[in-house]
C-alpha cells in the first residue's frame, strides 16, 4: 500500500509516495534462513623480518607525524620556544584533526613541511635545537 507524504527538508516542502510495510508480514530477516557470509580468504604468508631492516629512530630534537595524513596547520614557526606537552602542529586524517603535541623542550630550528601537504607516520615535520 502506498502512501502520500508531503515533507520539509531544510525548508523546502517535497511531495513523496512510501509504501507501508506495516502489513507485510516480517520487516527482520530471519537469520536461521540466511545464507551463511562467505569466508574470508586466508591471509597470505608475511615475509620473515631482513635483518637491518628496522626504521631508524628519529635524530635528536626531531618532531615527527604521529600519523599519517594532511598537515593542515602549524601552531609553531623557526625560533619558537616549546616545552612539553605543546601542540605544535594539527593533523587531518579521515577528517578528523590531531593536535601533535612535542615532548621535549626547545627552540624551533627548522620546518620540514608545509602545511596542505601528506604527510607520512614517522616523518620528520620539525626540528627542536
Known sequence: ??????VTVDGHTYDVTVEDLTNTGNLYPNPSTMAPP???P?????AP???GATTPPPASGAVVASMSGV???LLVGVGDQVNPGDAVAIIEAMKMKSRLVVDQSGTVAGIDAA???PV???QTLMTLS
Do not use: D, K, Y
Open 42 to 46: 586466508a591471509p597470505a604468508p608475511s
Open 115 to 117: 602545511v596542505g601537504e
Open 120 to 122: 607520512q607516520a614517522g
Open 71 to 73: 598537515l593542515v596547520e
Open 49 to 51: 623480518p631482513q635483518s
Open 1 to 6: 500500500m502506498q502512501r502520500q507524504l508531503r
Open 38 to 40: 562467505p569466508s574470508a
